[in-house]
């Protein structure tokens, strides 16, 4: 019967630990007097404030890489862990966009001139440069497939090109006899700006997905300082705004409770929520700050 009461206790302390707190709970004075056990070394912050260890940094550090997933994936678990899939028309549309720009960059490298023509090299080597754009065509297509914002900025880029001059031939680079000097000077600085635009596309994909990530997990930049962790008004709670997020003011609230291991790290049966839109809400077991997907 002891046991019974315990375990009832406990999860009364449990339930008003993630109450909300726009709402009065009976039992929230006996709920915030629950402290981490003293055996683990304390944590001191940069403002100064000191807390017993608590697991809530390092684990908003571990989460910031589930959270980076779900923030480019989205909320349905099941995106991270198979590819996306487009539908037919998506899928179209990406394989046309791509042929279109490999052909016009391989009718500028025949307009050069330095580059042989069609008509002037073997057999043998025209074989290969229809393989060379064969195998453009795919990467291009597989990169669109990914970074949705490369299509939509060549889209743009034609839309533009073709209210400017009016020609379908000057989509693909051809008949610049018919075109005016104004019509071929909006084509040559659209064509500049595209490229441009969808090299930085690229390249803020690449950090945003891989290298921001490697550092978060490399812990490349003080996690406190980052994040500007600081304690929050409740028990066992911390809010934090990272700097990236440097144009909003809203702070986001991170609260676990549960318990932990030697380390201060969430162990055994705990709950963890994050206020952030795409926050973790974990509840069920831990090992060594790791949930239990089992």
């Known amino acids: 019967m002891d046991a ?61 890489l589930l959270l980076l997933n779900v923030e480019f994936l989205g909320t349905d678990v099941e995106l991270m862990l198979s590819p996306c899939k487009y539908s037919f028309v998506v899928q179209l549309l990406t394989w046309v966009i791509a042929v279109y720009v490999v052909l016009v960059f391989a009718i500028l490298a025949a307009r050069n001139p330095g580059t042989a023509t069609f008509a002037k090299v073997s057999e043998s080597d025209n074989v290969f440069y229809l393989a060379v754009i064969a195998i453009a065509v795919y990467f291009v297509a597989k990169l669109a497939l990914v970074v949705r914002f490369v299509v ?23 008949n610049d006899d018919t075109l005016s000097h104004t019509g071929r000077q909006v084509r ?10 969808e090299v930085i596309t690229v390249v803020a994909y690449w950090f945003t997905h891989y290298a921001y990530p490697w550092m978060v997990l490399h812990q490349k930049f003080n996690l406190v300082d980052w994040w500007n962790i600081k304690p929050g008004v409740e028990t066992n709670t911390i809010t934090y705004r990272s700097k990236a997020r440097f144009y ?24 963890w929520t994050d206020t952030d839109y795409h926050g973790e809400r974990l509840t069920g077991q831990w090992e060594d700050g790791v949930p239990r997907m089992d």
């Open 248 to 271: 909003t003011r809203k702070r986001n609230v991170v609260k676990y409770c549960g318990g932990l291991n030697a380390q201060g790290q969430p162990h055994g049966y705990g709950m």
């Open 188 to 197: 040559y600085a659209t064509g500049i700006a595209l490229a441009s635009i």
């Open 152 to 174: 939509y900025w060549a889209m743009i880029a034609v839309l533009l090109v073709y209210a400017a001059t009016g020609s379908l031939y000057a989509l693909f680079w051809i």
């Open 4 to 64: 019974i009461k315990q375990v009832a206790m406990e999860a009364s302390l449990t339930a008003d630990e993630i109450a909300p707190s726009g709402h009065y709970s009976p039992m929230e004075s006996s709920a915030q007097e629950k402290v981490i056990p003293t055996d683990v070394a304390e944590v001191v912050w940069s403002d100064g404030w000191s807390t017993p260890a608590s697991p809530l940094p390092r684990r908003l550090q571990e989460g910031t």
